[in-house]
């Protein structure tokens, strides 16, 4: 089992940085490739950033590249996401999510683990 929990959400203004941290326990954290998905007030929850098990693949949605910047630290048992230059529309619950082996990287029934989500506001 892995147990996942999110923290560092918050209100700020367009333009702004927050840094986003979940924090895992379990040892199906171990070896697994991990994401950050968004659901925002009547949409769906959708893919924004994920990362192998040696952080030595990232993918991104279009939506947030060049802006976002996954990371993990796995001594910490830690999985990061640094968001640059926020804007309205980031504006969301975000979920960290453990993926299962193999499953596809964007679709979120490949995930089998999630956090409880952590408030992120962009004031425009």
């Known amino acids: 089992q892995v147990q996942l929990v999110e923290s560092g959400g918050g209100l700020v203004q367009a333009g702004d940085s927050l840094r986003l941290s979940c924090a895992a326990s379990g040892r199906a954290f171990i070896g697994s490739a991990m994401a950050w998905f968004r659901q925002a007030p009547g949409k769906e929850r959708d893919f924004v950033a994920g990362?192998?098990?040696?952080?030595?693949?990232?993918n991104y949605a279009d939506s947030v590249k060049g802006r976002f910047t996954v990371s993990r630290d796995n001594a910490k048992n830690a999985v990061y996401l640094q968001m640059n230059s926020l804007k309205a529309e980031d504006t969301a619950v975000y979920y960290c999510?453990?993926?299962?082996?193999?499953?596809?990287?964007?679709?979120?029934?490949?995930?089998?683990?999630w956090g409880q989500g952590t408030q992120v506001t962009v004031s425009s």
């Open positions: 999510a453990r993926r299962r082996a193999g499953a596809a990287v964007g679709s979120r029934y490949s995930y089998d683990y």
């Open positions: 990362i192998t098990w040696s952080g030595g693949t990232t």
